[in-house]
């Protein structure tokens, strides 16, 4: 068997989160190459929902040309960071590139994140960076987001185009589309899971706001970060919005209210539209339009169509809030425990 020749040959990469998902993505690019891929996880035994363990990922590191390292690492733990680096440097004569993917996430306001995620997210995510000195997608948007998202190929191109700058480049922020544009790609749609379907908002980068919001209107999607002039709020009717809160009443009880404990207040645009509320805070739960007695814990904002449509279970919750039909103020834990009580409510609605 010929040498790899390929510009990473001979070139040790450590990267945390190897076993599955975009780190694996990266090791594999920079495996093809001939790279020296160090697999920094802690999936050492097989996942009930999530695939790939180190020892998986090494067999296909391996596979493709390149030679691998599995080593059990929970960024949070020193010595098991400082052992895999020593291991690496055992095996492969020291380290050239350090890939920081591994992430913990809380998508909740700063008063509604627990201490104890908050520890965890600033022990994997900043303290695990400095201490190395997208079944995540799907578990985030539920099934069917991955209609309108990217391959993970488009990271680990990106990766790989870094890996190929000078040491000055260290500091850099990028983003995947812009690198890849300046190496000259144009064609995105080879990364997308589903050519054609409009892609996701970001949730911390819209870099060109108004072309997705256009991009996004087109599909038939309202953008949650475009402005809208208010408007003056109709008087209930008797249509599909006020059958649906009837029958959301309906088939409230003590204990639904008991593990609840939530106030989620609707600011809803259409026909039958206006502001209403669902209390499950109060004994026995209420429904109401208007405005409710204590303030709400979740503001949802959505058109009257697609209120209706979630509560029936044609429209996940999820997807029309990753899609940018829904608008969410508020603690986001709380707004998951709605999504559940939905799910109980679709046979009746």
């Known amino acids: 068997m010929l040498p790899n020749t390929g510009r990473l040959a001979g070139c040790t990469v450590f990267i945390t989160g190897a076993s599955r998902g975009i780190g694996k993505a990266i090791a594999l690019k920079a495996a093809k190459d001939g790279a020296n891929i160090v697999i920094a996880a802690k999936t050492a035994q097989p996942h009930s929902k999530l695939l790939g363990t180190i020892y998986t990922a090494a067999e296909e590191i391996e596979a493709v040309g390149g030679k691998a390292l599995p080593c059990i690492v929970d960024v949070r733990d020193e010595q098991q960071i400082s052992d895999a ?15 920081n993917n591994a992430s913990a996430i809380s998508l909740t306001n700063t008063l509604d994140t627990p201490t104890k995620r908050m520890d965890l997210m600033m022990n994997v995510n900043t303290r695990g960076t400095y201490l190395i000195y997208t079944a995540a997608t799907e578990m985030l948007g539920g099934p069917g987001i ?76 309202v953008p949650e970060f475009k402005e809208e002039k208010p408007q003056p709020q109709p008087k209930p009717r008797s249509g599909a919005v006020e059958k649906t809160f009837r029958m959301v009443k309906d088939s409230l009880s003590d204990d639904i209210v008991k593990a609840t404990q939530a106030i989620y207040l609707f600011e809803l645009s259409g026909e039958d539209g206006g502001t209403w509320f669902l209390d499950l805070k109060s004994r026995g739960g209420n429904v109401g339009y208007g405005e409710p007695s204590d303030q709400a814990d979740v503001v949802m904002s959505m058109s009257t169509d697609d209120f209706v449509k979630m509560f029936s279970g044609k429209l996940k919750p999820a997807m029309a809030f990753m899609s940018g039909k829904l608008k969410i103020k508020g603690n986001m834990a709380l707004a998951i425990k709605l999504e559940k009580l939905m799910n109980q409510m679709n046979a009746r609605l």
Do not use: W
């Open 85 to 99: 680096v020593q291991k690496a440097i055992k095996k492969f004569g020291g380290i050239d590139i350090l890939v």
């Open 146 to 221: 991955e209609s309108h998202c990217r391959k993970v190929d488009i990271i680990a191109d990106a990766a790989y185009s870094i890996f190929q700058k000078p040491k000055s480049f260290t500091g850099n922020f990028v983003i995947d589309e812009n690198i890849l544009k300046a190496e000259g790609i144009q064609n995105f749609d080879i990364y997308a899971v589903k050519p054609g379907h409009p892609l996701q908002p970001d949730f911390f980068l819209d870099e060109y706001p108004e072309a997705v919001s256009k991009k996004m209107e087109s599909a038939g999607a």
